[in-house]
Nanobody, 120 residues
Framework: VQLQASGGGLVQAGGSLTLSCAAS????????MTWYRQPPGKQRELVAD???????FYAEFAKGRFTISRNNGRNTASLQMNDLRVEDTGTYYC???????????????WGQGTLVTVSS
């Protein structure tokens, strides 16, 4: 199984970016998909989470600005980020709780991270 994050880049404050996360390989189904970020010099923190049923959870700083979504048929998740701020700068990682067989074989996978830089 591979988890690929993409979509990062350089954007001015107030701008928008959409990050994508795609799972490939021996994926039977995916439980929760989660975005984390790690600002420079700081610890990794949760940004948003979405269940297989579409239930979402957002960190306080993400509420009203970020939207997480997923496509179960394509094994993908997205993070739409609007009104970006300088403090949103960091490496963004996706995590997925993946079943690799109908017998319940399950593991957590992390994508490689995609860098988001917000300039003032």
């Amino acid at each position: 199984v591979q988890l690929q994050a993409s979509g990062g880049g350089l954007v001015q404050a107030g701008g928008s970016l959409t990050l994508s996360c795609a799972a490939s390989g021996s994926v039977f189904s995916i439980n929760n998909m989660t975005w984390y970020r790690q600002p420079p010099g700081k610890q990794r923190e949760l940004v948003a989470d979405i269940s297989v049923y579409g239930d979402t959870f957002y960190a306080e700083f993400a509420k009203g600005r970020f939207t997480i979504s997923r496509n179960n048929g394509r094994n993908t998740a997205s993070l739409q980020m609007n009104d970006l701020r300088v403090e949103d700068t960091g490496t963004y990682y996706c995590k997925a709780d993946i079943f690799t067989s109908p017998r319940g074989t399950r593991a957590v996978y992390w994508g490689q991270g995609t860098l988001v830089t917000v300039s003032s």
